[in-house]
């Protein structure tokens, strides 16, 4: 008689790993915390002197919320996003709507999760405070990201201060002219789109009455659109037009215009556009090319991976840039959790979010020319493309890795 065996098999998890992250923005911050979340150490490094986002508005759909709450930031959420209960996409002239991209604040019955729109140096403040709460020193200043090698087992990487950091793997997450992507895949500066981007930020009360026919719209025009929605509890209106152009000299993101400047682009929008933009203090507005880049073949090599801007830059037609950081940020939690390994760790977390994020990316361009349609009336009866595609379907805390 054979007694019979128990066979267990005990599978090691990776604990305090220590990871380095280049690039203190929205996407890195919230690896950074993912990382947190599930034992391991992390340092950010960012080039600035002191940490803060630029003025301006942000839409966080339902599929970004899901990240945004597997990080701890539900609740910070609920407080200080606005929820708008209907948005629309509207003709550029008459102020007609086309189609309706939500009705009746339905998102979180159909995706579990809300869609907010807020103001960005919140989010980006409320994730600095909970990384530097679970760690004082995680963050690290004034250091701009110069190179790195791997050896042993370990990854070192060099700044321009002439301070070095070892750590068991890195994240790239230092945007779109990504200089970690630069040293793993070669040196190649993105692609001018045929795109500027106005942007402005004014008090709501001056203009309340022209914020028709719903809280949250995006009006459609031959080669250009012009997006406005309410921020900080609806004290503020934050907008964002952009309009094709043949030529852009400017360097850098964000640079100071007029407004005599975006109403020669949209003088011939609604009154309600043009008095948005006529409200506008001087200093509150600026403008910036945008700029993207093909899908990578690969985004690690070794110990070190890409993360948001620096994998998969994209253009903002579906409003999906920062919500790629987000979910890529709490999908990497996610596999650092299930791995026993760096690599494997790296490999799940590429596997899981290429596909998705190349898919995004593709779909950004082609938004672009039906939003800028010579005929926007041609619209009528559509549907946005983030529902056309089944984009805040995805859940970072259900999808497999």
Same mark, same amino acid.
């Given at each position: 008689m054979v007694?019979?065996?128990?066979?267990?098999?005990?599978?090691?998890?990776?604990k305090n #790993?220590h990871?380095l992250?280049?690039?203190?923005?929205?996407?890195g911050?919230?690896?950074?915390?993912?990382l947190?979340?599930?034992?391991?150490?992390?340092?950010?490094?960012?080039?600035?002197?002191?940490?803060?986002?630029?003025?301006?508005?942000?839409?966080?759909?339902?599929?970004?919320?899901h990240?945004?709450?597997?990080?701890g930031?539900?609740?910070?959420?609920?407080?200080?996003?606005?929820?708008?209960?209907?948005?629309a996409?509207?003709?550029y002239?008459?102020?007609?709507?086309?189609?309706?991209t939500?009705?009746?604040?339905?998102?979180?019955?159909?995706?579990?999760a809300e869609?907010?729109?807020?103001?960005?140096?919140?989010?980006?403040?409320?994730?600095?405070?909970?990384v530097?709460?679970?760690?004082?020193?995680?963050i690290h200043?004034?250091?701009?990201?110069?190179?790195?090698?791997?050896?042993?087992?370990k990854?070192?990487?060099?700044?321009s201060?002439?301070?070095?950091?070892?750590?068991?793997?890195?994240?790239?997450?230092d945007?779109?002219?990504?200089v970690?992507?630069?040293?793993?895949?070669? #040196?190649?500066d993105?692609?001018?789109?045929?795109?500027?981007?106005?942007r402005?930020?004014?008090d709501?009360?001056?203009?309340?009455?022209?914020i028709?026919?719903t809280?949250?719209?995006?009006?459609?025009g031959p080669?250009r659109?012009?997006?406005?929605?309410?921020?900080?509890?609806?004290?503020?209106?934050?907008?964002?037009?952009?309009?094709r152009?043949?030529?852009?000299?400017?360097?850098?993101?964000?640079?100071?215009?007029?407004?005599?400047?975006?109403?020669?682009?949209y003088?011939?929008?609604?009154?309600?556009?043009?008095a948005i933009?006529?409200?506008?203090?001087?200093g509150?507005?600026?403008?910036?090319?945008?700029?993207?880049?093909d899908?990578?073949?690969?985004?690690?090599?070794?110990?070190?991976?890409?993360?948001?801007?620096a994998?998969?830059?994209?253009l903002?037609f579906?409003?999906?840039?920062a919500?790629?950081?987000l979910?890529d940020?709490?999908i990497?939690?996610?596999?650092f959790?299930?791995?026993?390994?760096?690599?494997? #760790?790296?490999?799940?977390?590429?596997?899981?979010?290429?596909?998705?994020?190349?898919?995004?990316?593709?779909?950004?361009?082609?938004?672009?020319?039906?939003?800028?349609?010579d005929?926007?009336?041609s619209?009528?009866?559509?549907?946005?493309?983030?529902t056309?595609l089944?984009?805040?379907?995805?859940n970072?805390?259900?999808?497999?890795?």
């Amino acid at each position: 008689m054979v007694d019979d065996v128990l066979i267990v098999v005990v599978t090691r998890f990776m604990k305090n #790993a220590h990871i380095l992250i280049v690039g203190a923005g929205i996407g890195g911050l919230t690896a950074a915390l993912a990382l947190q979340r599930v034992g391991h150490k992390v340092s950010v490094f960012e080039t600035a002197p002191q940490l803060g986002e630029v003025g301006a508005g942000l839409t966080i759909s339902p599929n970004a919320t899901h990240a945004l709450e597997y990080v701890g930031l539900g609740p910070y959420m609920a407080e200080h996003g606005d929820r708008p209960e209907t948005g629309a996409s509207v003709h550029y002239q008459t102020g007609e709507v086309l189609y309706y991209t939500q009705r009746d604040s339905e998102f979180r019955v159909k995706f579990g999760a809300e869609y907010y729109q807020i103001h960005r140096a919140d989010v980006h403040g409320a994730l600095a405070d909970a990384v530097r709460a679970n760690d004082a020193g995680a963050i690290h200043l004034n250091h701009t990201f110069k190179s790195f090698s791997q050896s042993g087992g370990k990854v070192t990487a060099t700044f321009s201060n002439g301070q070095n950091f070892t750590g068991d793997a890195m994240v790239g997450c230092d945007g779109v002219r990504s200089v970690v992507r630069a040293e793993l895949f070669g #040196a190649q500066d993105p692609r001018f789109t045929g795109q500027v981007a106005f942007r402005g930020l004014v008090d709501a009360d001056p203009v309340r009455e022209h914020i028709v026919p719903t809280p949250s719209s995006t009006a459609l025009g031959p080669g250009r659109i012009f997006t406005r929605y309410f921020v900080r509890n609806r004290k503020l209106v934050n907008f964002v037009g952009i309009a094709r152009t043949d030529a852009w000299k400017e360097e850098g993101w964000s640079i100071s215009a007029t407004v005599d400047e975006m109403l020669s682009v949209y003088g011939d929008f609604n009154e309600h556009t043009r008095a948005i933009i006529k409200s506008t203090p001087p200093g509150r507005l600026f403008k910036w090319g945008l700029f993207d880049r093909d899908p990578l073949a690969q985004w690690t090599k070794g110990r070190v991976t890409l993360l948001g801007d620096a994998a998969h830059a994209m253009l903002p037609f579906l409003g999906m840039g920062a919500a790629m950081g987000l979910e890529d940020g709490a999908i990497m939690g996610r596999c650092f959790e299930a791995a026993s390994t760096i690599e494997e #760790a790296l490999s799940r977390y590429e596997a899981a979010r290429k596909e998705r994020t190349t898919m995004v990316l593709l779909n950004s361009r082609k938004q672009a020319g039906l939003y800028q349609s010579d005929n926007p009336a041609s619209m009528r009866g559509q549907s946005s493309g983030e529902t056309r595609l089944g984009l805040f379907n995805y859940n970072v805390n259900t999808v497999p890795i």
